[in-house]
Structure formats: structure tokens, C-alpha cells
């Protein structure tokens, strides 16, 4: 600070004592000493300066930006800092919904109270990135997996270390909803599905290309999954083999990304790269919808590398709604009988994951600029943000009643928000 008022007074001071006297410029020279500056002329001239830019490094600490002021914004109850590195998926145990797990960069996960984020096991010993993490159906253990393709899974409890296996590099992996199975799919295009702790093995083949996703149906019977090269399998889980292959013209044009299921398991919804969502009836394996958004290349362009990818899709429980979220920024809500676009909400960048609320209308949504949003889906409007985050959320998972989200974000940080609402 005080390089500039010496920088501002000096100007002043060249520009004061400066007069013609024929064709000679005759200089004053005012000592800066004998000047002191009017208080209201040293506000005008720091309105000018930079302070972001301008410091010196001895004494700018007490000054902040208004975008560090709103950086500085947390709404967040709580924050859980053991990741050394960005926290990449975020899970809540299904029968309490009081523990949380999270999955890092620094090859490890952690299972931690949601209440006061005390750490309850640390799950160590993979070799990278642990990029999978959920718990079983009924909250006795948590599966972990890393990027190379090792899974390990621990009894809670215990804190022992139940199981673990080798695959090829991890695309996916997901409990089986009602028992003790677990299934995962690899980008050698296998998906493999075992009993725990046993280890029981089963694997469904497909070796043309990537399963990028996957979600075992509601009646547990069955299992949809996506392929990179934009093909839909539904695996029959008993028999092994697949009972519906869309493909073809009813294919994506490009990886899949993402689906979903609705309550019944009757409907998948599947998103790519292509900027296609298709809706898919599982029990005959027939496209029955496709959504874009419309105008350019949204639509579907040949090119996936062109297109506006599709990075989140879900059913909504209440309304006959679905929510499809776009890379540019984009979350669309379609009427699931007419398929027509009911409303679209804009992000500042892109969304990364979006959750529809248990049992209301509400669709939250998490995006690169490291806010969490809300929104209501049958006005288009948006109900709550929520910042704190320093860096963009990869994750979140919102709990049964709505009133809490657990976010992971590339800052190395998760953090648990308060989802305050008029109505509850």
C-alpha cells in the first residue's frame, strides 16, 4: 500500500510543478515529505488500482477481491479435509444414512460420520486413484475401487478387510440392492459380478469395446449396461446371457456416459456423448423416446467429439418427468409421455452429476464452477445454491429426506450442506 501512494503522490507531484516559461519547462522540485496527501484524493486514486495484480508481497494480506470475498463463501455445516488429493465419488450408507463414503486421488477411501466427520475405517492399500466407493444394501460394508482395477471390500464394523480382487482398468461398480453381490464393469468390456465375502465369480462378456456404465434393475434380476461404442445390453444376472442388445440404428453414436432407472425398473434412461438421452423399456428392449436439446449440434451430430454430451440423466418419482444434463451447461426437463422440453435451466458451466429428490420435484444438480444447485423442475426456476467449494464438484449424493448433500470436489475437500427449503 504504501508503494502506491508514493507511485500516486509522485505523479501528482510531477504533474503539479510543472510551468512553461518560454520554450523551457521549469521543474519544482517538492519534496514528498512536505506534501501530505488529502485523504478524499488517495480514494480516488486507489479506485484505480489493481490490487490482485499491484501487490508488492509485504504488506496486500488485509485486502481482498470481490471474487476472493465470494470465494470465501461456504455454506457448508461441515467439511471433511483428509483427502491429500481431489475426492472423486461420495456415497451414503443406505440404511442410516448417518456414514459417508469417500474415494480420493491420494489412493485411499474413508468412511466417515456424517454428523461431526470422524473417520470410522480408512480403507488403504490400493494403487491408485480410488475413483468407486458405495456401501452394501444393508450398510455392513463398503466396497472400494481404484482406477487400475483392484476392489477391495470391508466389514464396517470390524474395520477388516473382507475381500478383494484384480480386474482391468475400473469403469463402474455398484451393490446389488438386496444381497450381498457386487458387480463392476472394466474397459476390457467384461462385467464382473461376485458374492462377498466368498468371492464367487461370474463374469458377461462383450469384448467389443468399454462397459463405461451400469445399474443393476430394481427386481435385482437383471442388469443394464452401456458400452463405448454405444451399444445398450440388459444382462439376464442368472442366466448370463443377454436378453435385449439395442444396437444398430437404435444405438448412441458414441460412448455411453450415463443411465438411470425408473422405480419399477420398466424404463432406462441412457445418456452419451452423441447429446442423445434414449429411453429404453427393459422388457422388450426397445427404444421407446430419444431427447435433445434443441438447436446446433446438440441434436446428435455424427461426430461425438461435436456434440454437446450428455453427463447425467434420472426419473423424477412424483411427476412423469426426466431430467437429462448437458455438458454445456444445459439441464433439461422433458415430459416423459409426450418427450416435449418442459423447461430448461442454465449453469455457468458445465454440470458434472444431477439427483432428483426422493419425493418431491426438485432436481439438484452439481457443476464445474463448484456449485451445488436446486431446482425446481416443474417452473425451470432455481430454489437454492450453494458454495464453498474452491474447486469444481465431481460428486455429491443428496440423503432420503432431502435435507443434507454430501459433495466431493477436485479442491481435495467433501463437503456436507444443510438443504434449507420454506417447506421443510
Not at 480514494?43 to 488485509?62: I, M, N, P, S
Not at 445418456?271 to 427393459?282: E, H, P, R, Y
Request: hydrophobic share 35%; net charge negative; aromatic share 6%.
Amino acid at each position: 500500500f504504501a508503494s502506491f501512494q508514493s507511485a500516486n503522490s509522485m505523479d501528482n507531484t510531477q504533474q503539479n510543478s510543472i510551468d512553461l516559461h518560454g520554450d523551457e519547462e521549469i521543474i519544482e522540485v517538492i519534496e514528498l515529505n512536505e506534501m501530505e496527501p488529502d485523504p478524499d484524493d488517495l480514494a480516488d486514486d486507489l479506485e484505480d488500482v489493481d490490487f490482485e495484480d499491484g501487490g508488492h508481497g509485504h504488506d496486500d494480506e488485509g485486502w481482498e477481491t470481490e471474487d476472493e470475498m465470494e470465494e470465501d463463501q461456504d455454506d457448508s455445516e461441515l467439511t471433511f479435509s483428509k483427502h491429500t488429493g481431489s475426492v472423486f465419488c461420495v456415497s451414503l450408507d443406505p440404511v442410516t444414512n448417518s456414514m459417508v463414503v469417500t474415494g480420493g486421488e491420494d489412493d485411499k477411501a474413508y468412511v466417515w460420520r456424517l454428523s461431526d466427520g470422524e473417520v470410522l475405517l480408512e480403507c488403504t492399500g490400493h494403487k491408485d486413484s480410488v475413483t468407486c466407493a458405495a456401501f452394501s444394501h444393508d450398510s455392513s460394508m463398503v466396497a472400494c475401487g481404484d482406477m487400475s482395477g483392484l476392489i477391495k471390500v470391508w466389514k464396517v464394523e470390524t474395520k477388516e478387510e473382507m475381500w478383494s480382487f484384480e480386474v482391468g482398468d475400473l469403469e463402474w461398480m455398484e451393490w446389488h440392492p438386496c444381497a450381498a453381490v457386487l458387480l463392476a464393469g472394466t474397459d476390457d468390456g467384461n462385467v464382473w459380478m461376485w458374492k462377498i465375502p466368498s468371492g464367487d465369480c461370474k463374469t458377461f462378456q462383450c469384448s467389443a469395446s468399454q462397459a463405461t456404465s451400469g445399474k443393476v434393475l430394481p427386481d435385482g434380476k437383471r442388469a443394464v449396461v452401456g458400452y463405448d461404442d454405444g451399444t445398450v445390453r440388459i444382462w439376464d444376472l442368472k442366466q448370463g446371457n443377454a436378453a435385449h442388445v439395442v444396437k444398430g440404428q437404435d444405438a448412441h453414436r458414441g460412448a455411453l456416459t450415463c443411465l438411470a432407472c425408473n422405480k419399477d425398473g420398466s424404463l432406462v434412461l441412457t445418456g452419451s456423448v452423441d447429446g442423445l438421452a434414449k429411453l429404453i423399456n427393459t422388457a422388450t428392449g426397445k427404444v421407446v423416446g430419444a431427447f435433445s436439446v434443441d438447436g446446433g449440434k446438440a441434436k446428435g451430430s455424427n461426430d461425438p467429439e461435436e456434440s454437446n454430451s450428455v453427463e447425467s440423466v434420472g426419473f423424477c418419482n412424483i411427476l412423469p418427468l426426466v431430467a437429462v444434463a448437458y455438458l454445456d451447461g444445459t439441464l433439461a426437463i422433458y415430459d416423459l409421455a409426450t418427450q416435449v422440453l418442459r423447461n430448461t435451466c442454465a449453469h455457468e458451466a458445465g454440470i458434472v452429476n444431477l439427483q432428483w429428490e426422493e419425493s418431491s420435484s426438485v432436481v439438484a444438480t452439481c457443476c464445474l464452477d463448484g456449485v451445488l444447485r436446486l431446482w425446481d423442475a416443474r417452473s425451470g426456476g432455481i430454489v437454492s445454491e450453494y458454495c464453498g467449494h474452491a474447486a469444481e464438484i465431481l460428486n455429491f449424493t443428496v440423503n432420503r429426506e432431502a435435507s443434507l448433500a454430501v459433495t466431493a470436489s477436485g479442491d481435495n475437500k467433501a463437503k456436507v450442506f444443510c438443504l434449507q427449503r420454506p417447506d421443510r
